[in-house]
């Protein structure tokens, strides 16, 4: 391998945090940053409903994922890795927990049957609505007036802004939540060194994105996945100096032929180009 190829993979890319955390094997790692973030005890950490990206390229929405992780056997939790800010963030978190909170009850079965339902955002970037708030925040359905009254623990929500973790003393869980956080940001620091003495379930995590950086394959993912990040970027900004909503749909497109066009070039079967960028097959094969 060459200097560049050796180069270790971000774990803050999404399709790298998503096989770091979200594969079967990964589930020691996973529990330490659950317990961490959610400061409680996690006996057991089921990782069997992500899929296998090392299998599959990403797909749907320029191949944004998440890690869905089972906890104590009944509760689910969704992890998100977010660099991008698309304004729509909170949205979003609703409609995650939704969907995935009503999974857990079958047809038939009593509402009681209901669990908890949390979703993890951990964001490269501030969200402007909470921005006086300290860099990991929790979030449930409350009674106005009162403010402290919770009305239902099935509802969780955890946000976490990376860029102000250093703004405040850490100490404790939200101390160890850095700790991470900093593995996130730059796993080969010395600071992240000194961590993995006293964190195994770091140092695993660490050992595994090592073995990662150097799979050609997985690299090819990232490489994908980060072009689509930046396209998508430079079409957010073209879309807001343009003021025109059109031109964020224009340059997603050209994003997404950009990526088609790689595929392509790997000699990736055409059927499953059209799988994973929804393009058509005339569209792909007029892509040189």
Known sequence: MSNEEKKILSPKLDVVFQILFGEVGSEQITKDLLSTVLDETIETVNLNENIVLREELPNDKMGIVDVLAKINGNEFCNIEMQLVDKKNILKRLLFYWSKQHIKGIKSGEDYKELKRTIVVLIADFELESIKELEFHSIWQIIEKKRRKLVLTDDLELHIIEMPKMYRNKTEGKEGKLKEWLEFLENPESKEVENYMEQNKNMKEAKEKLDTMSEDAKIR????????????????????????KEDGRAEGKNEAIKTIAKSMKEEGIDIEKIMRVTKLSREEIEMLS
């Open 220 to 243: 090819r993912i990232a490489e994908l996945r980060e072009k689509a990040i930046l396209d998508e970027k430079e079409a957010e900004y073209t879309g807001y100096c343009k003021g």
